[in-house]
């Protein structure tokens, strides 16, 4: 019997073998520059790696807090996440709702679901170098059509530069970025659905409840954790907002300002020849952190508030 227990204790210890390549590569690049980061907060390292860097304690923070630029891209950023949220969650429960009610009889719900999330699979640069052709302002399609519209009525219509003008380059970065996103926030909820028992569909069928009815009193209170994952994984990727608004806009343009984001403010102390400023850069990615941090907090108790 001790043989037996001995044998076993070596097959645990070969587990542990196997484990660790993967927790070494974690903690060398995932571990460490986070660890790294938070060094470099402190400092006041121009580049990292080179040159002589002091140690500074929270000056850096101080710095971010007081930095109306900062503060700037931070309400930049919100403004389009929350457009982005509105239209995202909005067309996601829209079709949320169809398919509740017709999931038990509809076929091909699947090739549904791959249609509505390959906008999601298109690479960042892609999305920004189509939308660029479409939306240009002198020769882009959607402009000729809304022109051609216009001439059917016999007015005439002047061209917007959707991505030059402040007024409305944020609203279409938010667009664009919710048309890519809504099938994951689609398929997150239709998972969340399809958890839910059919035995509360049937009974509400019996008692004659409505499309909407259903909706509001059994599938939305029963889909509340997985909203609550929806909305902090669109929070945490929405502040975080960098490529479409950097490759969408020109730093020359007249919207530029209306649509610089916090991480795009980052980029420019972290990476950008000549402004580069590690420490103050790694101060603004933890800042940014226990902003997010904080509001998925906040999400949660009102989410388990509602819920007691």
């Known amino acids: ?15 542990y073998l196997f484990v660790l390549p993967f927790v070494i590569v974690f903690c060398i690049f995932s571990i460490y520059p986070v660890l790294r980061t938070l060094y470099f907060s402190f400092t006041n390292a121009k580049i990292a790696g080179v040159g002589q860097s002091s140690w500074i304690w929270f000056d850096n923070y101080k710095r971010v807090i007081t930095d109306k630029y900062f503060w700037r891209g931070f309400f930049n950023t919100v403004r389009i996440w929350g457009v982005n949220i509105v ?3 909005g067309l996601a429960f829209l079709l949320t709702i169809v398919f ?17 999330y390959l906008p999601n699979l298109i690479a960042a640069t892609s999305v920004a170098f189509l939308f660029q052709t479409l939306l240009d302002w ?4 959607f402009n000729q059509i809304i022109a051609g519209v216009y001439k059917l009525f016999g007015a005439s219509y002047n061209p917007v530069n959707w991505l030059g003008s402040s007024a409305t380059a944020g609203v279409t970065i938010a667009v664009i970025s919710s048309w890519m996103w809504f099938g994951n ?12 028992s059919k035995d ?8 004659g409840a409505g499309r909407w009815t259903v909706f509001a009193k059994i ?19 929405g502040l975080q907002m960098f490529d479409l608004p950097y490759l969408m806009t020109s730093t020359t343009s007249e919207s530029y300002n209306s649509v610089y984001t916090v991480v795009m403010y980052l980029y420019k102390f972290g990476f950008t020849t000549g402004t580069t400023q590690t420490g103050y850069a ?3 990615a933890y800042m940014l952190f226990l902003i997010i941090l904080a509001i998925s907090v906040i999400q949660l108790k009102v989410f388990n508030r509602k819920g007691d």
């Not at 509740?100 to 509505?116: A, E, M, N, P």
């Open 1 to 15: 019997m001790g043989k037996k227990k001995k044998g076993l204790r070596n097959y645990d210890s070969m587990g």
């Open 87 to 89: 239209l995202q969650l």
């Open 100 to 116: 509740s009610d017709i999931k038990y009889k509809i076929k091909g719900l699947g090739i549904f679901r791959v249609i509505y």
């Open 138 to 141: 002198r020769y882009g399609t």
């Open 185 to 196: 926030s689609f398929i997150m909820l239709m998972a969340g659905v399809q958890g839910i």
């Open 200 to 207: 509360y569909f049937e009974a509400a069928a019996i008692d």
């Open 219 to 237: 599938t939305l209170p029963l889909l509340r954790p997985m909203l609550l994952y929806v909305a902090i994984t669109s929070l945490i990727g």
């Open 282 to 284: 790694s101060a603004i």
